[in-house]
């Protein structure tokens, strides 16, 4: 089976940063794209950022309240997905949630195009 377990959630004022990491386990892991959501209760997941891969090299995508601030990037030999989070705000409190999706390429956006989910960091923004 394959598992996700994230790390590197805290609590941090406003303006700090965190570092969010998350590796993947399991024989047969193999992932064409990894992804992280955010999650507040009673609220949808919603998406972060996420990192595929294919022929043509690595692409990233953002979602536009983090752009500037968080970046994604991946050690494929360590099979970690790394969620570097900058000048944090209040709202980006969330439980922090990696996801990782075996062929995927449709929408890296949508939680649906994830088929492994990790249990989930909690990070607190002091203001």
């Known amino acids: 089976q394959v598992q996700l377990v994230e790390s590197g959630g805290g609590l941090v004022q406003a303006g700090g940063s965190l570092r969010l990491s998350c590796t993947a386990s399991?024989?047969?892991?193999?992932?064409?794209?990894m992804g992280w959501f955010r999650q507040v209760a009673g609220k949808e997941r919603e998406f972060v950022a996420a990192?595929?891969?294919?022929?043509?090299?690595?692409?990233?995508y953002y979602a536009d309240s983090v752009k500037g601030r968080f970046t994604i990037s991946a050690d494929s030999a360590k099979k970690t997905v790394y969620l570097q989070m900058n000048s944090l705000k209040p709202e980006d409190t969330a439980v922090y949630y990696c996801?990782?999706?075996?062929?995927?390429?449709?929408?890296?956006?949508?939680?649906?195009?994830?088929?492994?989910w990790g249990q989930g960091t909690q990070v607190t923004v002091s203001s």
């Open positions: 996801a990782a999706a075996r062929w995927g390429g449709n929408n890296w956006y949508a939680t649906a195009e994830y088929d492994y």
């Open positions: 399991g024989r047969a892991f193999n992932s064409r794209g």
């Open positions: 990192i595929s891969w294919s022929w043509s090299g690595r692409n990233t």
